[in-house]
């Protein structure tokens, strides 16, 4: 159970960087050249550590393709 707890909350993380990219904020400013990040990184309460799930988006090209790579390896997890 707590197993898939952890992969949710990782999910979560994901769908969330999607809606900050998604947001005017970060749109305009990358339309204006902005060098814009947005990371997905998850507290893990094991061990206290951040996590970085592979999510980092930093321009509007390929983000379809970074989200579904993320998703991916949040299943592969879940399957391993």
């Known amino acids: 159970e ?9 999910l979560n993380v994901v769908e ?5 990219c998604h947001t005017s904020i970060i749109k305009d400013a ?11 990184l998850i ?5 206290g550590l951040l996590h970085n799930l ?4 930093t321009g509007s090209d390929g983000v ?4 579904q790579g993320a ?4 299943f592969k997890k879940s399957n391993a």
């Open 2 to 10: 707590q197993e898939g707890t952890a992969r949710l909350s990782e």
């Open 16 to 20: 969330q960087v999607m809606n900050v």
């Open 30 to 40: 990358w339309a204006r050249g902005q060098g814009v990040g947005v990371h997905g």
């Open 43 to 47: 507290y893990g309460i094991n061990d």
């Open 54 to 57: 592979g999510i980092s988006i």
């Open 64 to 67: 379809s393709e970074i989200y």
């Open 71 to 74: 998703v991916d390896a949040v």
